[in-house]
Nanobody, 122 residues
Framework: QLQLVESGGGLVQPGGSLKLSCAAS????????IGWFRQAPGKEREGVSC???????AYADSVKGRFTISRDNAKNTVYLQMNSLKPEDTAVYYC????????????????WGQGTQVTVSS
């Protein structure tokens, strides 16, 4: 059974940084893409960034230039470095996996973590 566990969330001031981690286990196949998504209260879940097995990446326009996704295949871990955080980045952040190419559409992912809260506030 594939499992994803997020960590690294917390409270940060506007302009600050956080680094989220998504640790994966239980894979029986080694080709998969990982996406990061977020959901703020009263809003739909939205795609933030994704990375393919070979390192191709995609970002939502709202985070381009501020967030960076990376992966360490040896550790089965994907990271999301978030810089210049804004109050509107406040949300629960989820990672998800799919055994196909990278996409920012939540409905196209099959496996999800439990989420980690990110709060940007002074």
């Amino acid at each position: 059974q594939l499992q994803l566990v997020e960590s690294g969330g917390g409270l940060v001031q506007p302009g600050g940084s956080l680094k989220l981690s998504c640790a994966a286990s239980g894979f029986t196949r080694d080709y998969y893409a990982i996406g990061w998504f977020r959901q703020a209260p009263g809003k739909e879940r939205e795609g933030v960034s994704c990375i393919s097995k070979r390192g191709s990446t995609a970002y939502a326009d709202s985070v381009k230039g501020r967030f960076t996704i990376s992966r360490d295949n040896a550790k089965n871990t994907v990271y999301l470095q978030m810089n210049s955080l804004k109050p509107e980045d406040t949300a629960v952040y989820y990672c998800a996996a799919r055994f196909r190419l990278c996409t920012l559409t939540p409905a196209e992912y099959d496996y999800w973590g439990q989420g980690t809260q990110v709060t940007v506030s002074s």
